[in-house]
Nanobody, 127 residues
Framework: VQLQASGGGLVQAGGSLRLSCVYS????????MGWFRQAPGKEREFVAA????????NYADSVKGRFTISRDNAKNTAYLQMNSLKPEDTAVYYC?????????????????????WGQGTQVTVSS
């Protein structure tokens, strides 16, 4: 199993980026997918997650209304659309796969719930 995250970069505050996470394997459509981020000197934190069929999407309070998680099971790809970016969104963003697949609506997820991780992509938002 491999997860390849891409799409990071440098953007001005108020701008947008779309991150992609390509999953190499045969069981993508049964896994929940998530995005986490880690800023320098801080712990990795939950950003968003989506259930196996896209029916449930959960977000951290800090990104609600600005970020949208989605997935395309035919392409084995998960996405994170990030709008209205702020300097505090600067971090390395990681995608992850949870073999359980089902999410409880409105719940944050912990690192321990995810089984596979990508390598991370840097997002830098300038003020």
């Amino acid at each position: 199993v491999q997860l390849q995250a891409s799409g990071g970069g440098l953007v001005q505050a108020g701008g947008s980026l779309r991150l992609s996470c390509v999953y190499s394997g045969r069981t993508f459509s049964s896994y929940a997918m998530g995005w986490f981020r880690q800023a320098p000197g801080k712990e990795r934190e939950f950003v968003a997650a989506i259930s196996w069929n896209g029916g449930v999407a959960n977000y951290a309070d800090s990104v609600k209304g600005r970020f949208t998680i989605s997935r395309d099971n035919a392409k084995n790809t998960a996405y994170l659309q990030m709008n209205s970016l702020k300097p505090e969104d600067t971090a390395v963003y990681y995608c992850a796969a949870d073999t359980y697949g089902v999410l409880s609506p409105g719940s944050n997820m912990s690192i321990d719930e995810f089984d596979y991780w990508g390598q991370g992509t840097q997002v830098t938002v300038s003020s």
